[in-house]
């Protein structure tokens, strides 16, 4: 084409265009896997559904009774589209995978600075709720132990218990993007048998590693645990996270974009417990697991991966949902450290 021949509907269009800004003004590109992500969902689902490996967790006693045949899978992007198969609408409670959020909370009220300081950010390497862990350091040293999530809950400003709650509770509701409420049963349960974290609260207000009244600490922290959720608002909480803070249904930045990677560090390097580094080996996503049969597992800046059902392993996370959302982070070739092709 000669330069005579370009009319002036063509420079008008082309002035237009630049005038529009850069193309990610227009909105997030499609992501390249959204054409396989219900069929590995699917798959990944019928693949486990008759595994009855591991056994629902049984020191918080009324979890005995979760049919233990519950399973759901889901992907929530963070435009907020849900791929699903199985029992995603099913509550159970949240228990640890409660913890990260939390976390997020005390960085986004005062900053990741404090976190690091009278929290710490080391795995354990240890079970979850290790009195050797506590004993060795003298400090809840990670946010995603009952320890570190015990103080974590102590660290929210707050100006009475109740707000406290409120703040914790209202925080994990804007994750979701809708009202959560406590299973009251749950807390009943765990609060009346609660007598290793009331040890682990005393033990960390005696060394000046907690930051409130402990017996207040550990209620709240156990009813932010007794929060009842399913696996889709699992999956709406990670995409959160995979939004840069902000809610795919509500729109609200629900915690700072900037401090979302420590957060991500945290749940890559101690998510799973002890079980952390071959999960990060296999799986490559950040992720938070809880006893109640919960795991939600993020790509950043795309996807949630979560899954839900109550057999679980020695190390207290779902056999299955590890095992399906694994082979959904590999089948995809979304691991943070590069393409898994499994
Ligand atoms: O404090 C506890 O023991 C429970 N509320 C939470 C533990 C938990 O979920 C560990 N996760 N896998």
């Known amino acids: 084409m000669t330069s005579r021949k370009i009319s002036s509907a063509t ?4 002035v237009a265009m630049l005038s529009m800004g850069p193309a990610f003004a227009k909105g997030p590109a499609p992501d390249p896997a959204v054409k396989d992500f219900q ?19 049984d020191y918080i006693p009324i979890l005995t009774e979760t049919p233990s045949d519950l399973f759901g899978v889901v992907i929530v992007t963070k435009d907020g589209k849900v ?31 404090v976190l690091r300081e009278k929290i ?20 809840s040293v990670n946010p995603l132990v009952n320890a570190g999530a015990i103080a974590a809950v102590s660290l929210v400003q707050a100006t009475s218990e109740q707000d406290r709650w409120n ?25 009346t048998t609660a007598f290793g974290n009331r040890g682990i609260a005393n033990l960390l207000y005696n060394w000046g590693r907690l930051y409130s009244d402990p ?41 700072p974009a900037k401090h979302v990677p420590e957060l991500l560090a945290v749940m890559a390097t101690a998510g799973f417990y002890d079980e952390s580094g071959d999960w990060m080996y296999t799986a490559g996503l950040p992720a938070k697991t809880g006893v109640g049969g919960g795991i939600v ?11 839900f059902s109550p057999r679980l392993n020695e190390a207290g996370n779902s056999v299955r949902s590890l095992n399906a959302i694994r082979d959904i982070a590999g089948e995809l070739g ?9």
């Open 215 to 255: 017996e207040e600490a550990l209620r709240v922290y156990t009813r932010q645990c007794s929060v009842g959720v399913s696996a889709r608002d699992l999956g709406m909480m990670g995409a959160t996270l995979a939004n840069g803070g902000v809610n795919p249904l509500t729109r609200k930045q629900v915690m």
């Open 39 to 57: 069929r590995v969902v699917d798959a990944a689902y019928a693949r486990y559904k008759d595994l009855k490996e591991g056994k629902n967790a």
């Open 83 to 113: 791929y699903s198969a199985g029992d995603v609408d099913y509550k159970f409670s949240i228990q640890s995978v409660s913890k990260p959020f939390t976390a997020a909370l005390v960085m986004s009220q005062q900053s990741p600075e």
């Open 167 to 191: 703040k914790v509770q209202q925080n994990l509701s804007e994750f979701a993007g809708g009202p959560l409420t406590v299973l009251e049963k749950v807390y009943e349960s765990e609060y």
């Open 297 to 307: 597992a993020v790509v950043p800046g795309r996807f949630a991966i979560a899954a």
């Open 334 to 342: 979304v691991g943070v450290f590069g393409a898994n092709p499994n």
């Open 11 to 14: 420079v008008m269009a082309a």
């Open 120 to 139: 710490g950010v080391e795995p354990t390497g240890m079970v979850f709720n290790s009195k050797l862990a506590l004993a060795i350091y003298e400090n």
